[in-house]
Each structure stands twice: as C-alpha cells, then as structure tokens.
C-alpha cells in the first residue's frame, strides 16, 4: 500500500467542480492581481474567523515580516521565538534588523515553553512571536501577560494552526496581530504560495496592506517605500473555494488524530499527542515522539508510507545562526526531541485501512525492534 504524507491530489479530486470553476472565473476575467477575487477571501475569511481586519500576503513568510516593520521592529531589537520552528519565524525577524533569541519547548506540547519565556526578556525586546506549532497553540494568555507586563507587541505566528483555539479563542486573535501560510500543504492552503495578516487594529492592517503594495493603498500614491507582497486573484478564488470545506476538514482531521492515538497508545517505544487543555488542536502534523526514529522513518518508507520530520534541526543550531554561540545545552528538551519527533500521514482524505496499515507497519517494526524502544 502507498500512502503519501500529504494527498493534495485528492482534495482537488473530491472538490473539483468548485476548484476549475474558480479557476476559470479569474481566467475569464483576467483579475490576476488584486481586485475583487482578494477583497471577498478577505470578507469571507475574515467573517467566518471572527477577525475585523484580513490583509493577502504573497506569503506566510512576508506576513510576519510585514507585521514586524509595521509595528517598528528594527536595528537594536531583540524578538524573541521557539527553538523549533521552519525559519521563516526567525529569519523574518534578522531580516528587520533585529536579532532572534530563541526558547526551549514544553515537554509536553513541543511549543515556547511559557516558563522560560521571562528569563530571556531584556530592555532590547520589542516582541514576542508566539508559534502555534503542528495545530496546537500555545499557552497564548500566559505569554500575553507576560508580553502586556513588559509593554511589548506578540506576533502569532499560526501558519499551522488555522482554526486552531486556546480556551475558546482562535489562534491569531490574542496579540496585535497573526500571521497566516496558505502553503499547498497547509490546512487551508492555495495551488502556489499565499498567506495573510490578521488583526483587530484598523490602523496596524491599513499600514500593512499599504507596506505590502509597494506602500501604496491607492496606485502610484506611494505614503512609504513597501515591498510586493500581493495575493494573486487566481489564488484567493481559490482558497474562497476551500474556505466553505475548512470547519469540516477540520473536525475530520480531529477524528483522525483520535484514531491514531487508539491505534498506537499501546505500542511501547513510541509517545502520541498530548492535548494542552483547554486547547482545540487542528491537527495540522500528528507528530510523534520515537525511539529509533531514523530506523522507524526507513521501514515505513519501505513499505510505501510516506513521513516527515518538523523539523530535524532546531534553528538555533542552524548554520545560518551560529553567530549567536548557542548550544544544544541551552536548549535540552528541544534538541532531544529533534532526535525522536516523526509526523505521519494526516489529511481528511486518508481512509481508516490507511491507518490501520500505518499502525501495523509500526507495531511490526517495534515487535522486531525490542531492544531499542524506551524512550
């Protein structure tokens, strides 16, 4: 049996009438860049997010850029974010100017640990990026205290965490803004890069939307220099087509996860989920911990089941980092788990004898695998 990690082939498949019709409706009227096809996916998703203001990105990489210098992040500031997360939620910060400091993880959970966020604070830091990893969020109203108590901006970075919520608020909506990926493989993702900002501060989303269009909201009055970060219509028409799917696909990928977790809490080697309480998880990556990854990561391969690894390198170990002299001792439970960690395939397409396959596959390799499965 082959399972691919991602099936994006079969999401088009089961929405293919909505997905050619929006294709062809910006085909027909030639509405390529801007335009009606980006003001309605930023109504609709704003209206179904529960947010006043959505600004289309390029990217999920440019809106957090974008928020930064909006909010005057620059040259002799300090931002603080996770020990292990994709790069862009550093490198958009040493792009500004600043200089990224990174935070250990919850043992538990893989996000910011909460509890050593304080220690790293200085009279530099000018914010927060608070990353909602695999489609957990974080302790968000712990690190808004924290952030409120010093004066200084979080910035949420939930490119993995659409529709995600934290005590009954969605990921995005606690700081002064959120940053949003619409990536092909992302819960809500596009045919080609897209992305947006979010934010409830009418004067934050009009200085964004105008740095994102050359830093004009009105062609050729330029108030600023920007950058071009626009939505392109063809993927907006797009994502408005999968917008109506996101709720369900949602709880699809919870039942999912459910599953999973029945299917593998009895195998001993290998450690599933935990749910932060309080917190809706979307389920973005179901990521487990392992003994013997990398020999678990081949057998699977081998017999046709495709995986992942988010991330094997934490970024503060990253060559493009080693400026700053950090060490896998600064950061224990992180690098540790770069070591175990292994996500498995989960999308709403994916069928139960594909899962009862993937669990067999790995309680196969633990049967033959005794002595190295105690984590």
């Not at 498995?344 to 002595?371: M, V, W």
Request: hydrophobic residues 40%; charged residues 20%; contains cysteine.
């Amino acid at each position: 049996m082959k399972i691919p990690f991602v099936d994006l082939k079969g999401q088009y498949k089961s929405i293919q009438p909505e997905i050619d019709a929006a294709i062809h409706q910006i085909l027909n009227e030639s509405a390529f860049i801007g335009g009606k096809p980006v003001r309605e996916f930023e109504s609709k998703f704003a209206e179904l997010y529960g947010v006043k203001n959505v600004v289309g990105c390029a990217n999920g990489t440019d809106s957090l850029y974008i928020i930064m210098k909006m909010l005057g992040v620059g040259e002799g500031d300090e931002v603080i974010t996770v020990a292990n997360s994709w790069i862009s939620s550093s490198e958009t910060i040493t792009q500004t100017g600043a200089r990224p400091v990174f935070v250990d993880i919850h043992p538990d959970y893989y996000s910011m640990n909460e509890n050593l966020l304080e220690a790293v604070i200085t009279k530099k830091t000018k914010a927060v990026i608070a990353v909602h990893l695999q489609g957990q969020m974080c302790a968000i109203d712990s690190i808004k205290e924290i952030c409120d108590r010093h004066g200084i901006f979080l910035i949420e970075d939930c490119a993995q965490s659409h529709f995600s919520a934290y005590k009954n608020v969605r990921a995005g909506l606690t700081g002064i803004a959120g940053s949003f990926s619409f990536y092909p493989g992302k819960n809500l993702g596009a045919y080609g890069d897209a992305g947006c900002i979010i934010t409830n501060d009418d004067a934050l989303a009009e200085r964004c939307r105008m740095y994102a269009n050359h830093g004009a909201l009105v062609k050729h009055h330029h108030k600023m220099e920007g950058i071009n970060s626009r939505l392109d219509g063809l993927q907006a028409s797009i994502l408005s087509a999968k917008l109506t799917y996101i709720l369900q696909w949602t709880e699809q990928r919870i039942a999912l996860a459910k599953n999973y977790n029945s299917l593998l809490k009895d195998i001993s080697g290998l450690v599933t989920p935990v749910i932060r309480p309080g917190s809706k998880h979307s389920f973005h990556l179901y990521v487990v911990r392992a003994s013997n990854r990398d020999g678990l990561m081949t057998y699977l391969k081998e017999r046709g089941i495709e995986c992942a690894i988010h991330y094997p390198t934490i970024l503060p170990l990253l060559p493009a980092y080693q400026y700053l002299g950090k060490t896998a001792a600064d950061f224990p439970i992180a690098y540790e788990y770069q070591q175990q960690i292994l996500s498995l395939p989960l999308y709403p397409e994916l069928t139960n004898d594909q899962q009862l396959y993937i669990a067999k596959i790995i309680s196969d390799f633990y049967c033959h695998d005794r002595g190295k499965n105690s984590l």
